[in-house]
């Protein structure tokens, strides 16, 4: 008798989105060791004699199921959770008026509860791998999300040059040693990964620039900042060094493929140039980015930078990529493509590979962000038995045009069931809603 192949699930008589973006009825999943294993059509390969060579833990039913790529939120921010509903319709800088002073009252507590609701967002909403842009406190976050089983990088908030609350001032030392013992106590332990960061050019010294960017490739990881994201900060660039933001960056050797410009709103031809020579990646966050700009994404796109996106946190219209993707369509659509009479100016396949394909490159690096043999099992499942998503003529629009995070019934990350039927498996939801009320209730 043959040897048994033993694997962890089996997704039964259900549909996949493949790598080419067609949709695959009448298919079996076989996830094993966190990898996808075999993908078998049930009408040629799966019959009793095949099925019978695996021994599966867990079996779930995919019937009415479409499974997709986990969403990638390539830039968010834990430290700001619970500021949510804070900053929507403020004028100018929010950052520096409500965010900062925020964060600089941060304590153990309210990161892990923070980090809690974010998972909980975060899992809910189909989203199976996120960028912390970096806060403080942040052994608590990891903690939380080592618990949840999400993929992730994290980072640590890095300035030096400013006007801040004591609690968060560092000096350039504190700040390197700080980005090092994140990097040493947690970097690849579960499916997180430490990251170094630069938050934001006129808040970090040369010295921390370029200190930041020798540690990160010692390591072999990587560096994300806030890039071009506001007028006065290419004004800044300009000003203090006659270069505009990327352009600085590149005088100091930071740009590589391990540099992530988080937002990339303000880049010019040549700083967009610049960009896709060094194989530096960009994340647009559409929410936010509305109020600042709209990107050249189309052109970043053709010149071959690896773009995604990202939420920029709660604060900026929760946790969910899927409003991104619509918001960033319309926006697209009606900045870049109204004037060329295009339609197709960012079609709904190049917007959802961005969210997981490019989203899960930016992240990992490794064979992930499609649902294909070989790959990690980093994917969710759309329950398509609603009567918003019936019925269609085009599954793909369909899930650009009309999905939402509630929609998304199983999660599964690297090879682990995360929710299934929207019950989330590794964290107490009940218990952290109980603390997050009572935390709404005291009015902190
Ligand atoms: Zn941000």
Redesign the pocket.
Known sequence: MRKKVLCDILIKNTSYLDENMEVQDHVSIIVAQGKILKIFSDKADMDEETQDRYETKQIIDGENLLWIPGLVDG???TGQQLLKGAVLDELPMIWTRIMLPFESTLTPEKMQLSAQLAALEMIKNGTTGFID?GSYYMEEAVKVYLESGLRGAISHSSMDQGNFPDSIRQTTDEVLASQDRLYEEFHGQGNLQVFYSLRALMNCSQELIVKTAERAREKNTKVQA?MN?YAGEVNYTLQNYQQRPVEYLDSLNVLNDHFLA??GIMLSPSERALLAQKGAKVVH?PF?NCGKGVPETPDLLERGVCVGL?T??AAHGGLSLWNEMKIFRSVMNAFHGVKNANPAVMPAKTILKMAFTNGAHILNEEQSGMIREGYQADLIAINWDQPQLYATANRVNTLLECVCGNDVSDSIVAGKILMHNRQVLTLDEEKIMWQAKEYYKAGR
Do not use: P
């Open positions: 830039h968010m921010h842009a806030h994201e988080a937002h966050c936010s990202g920029d946190g």
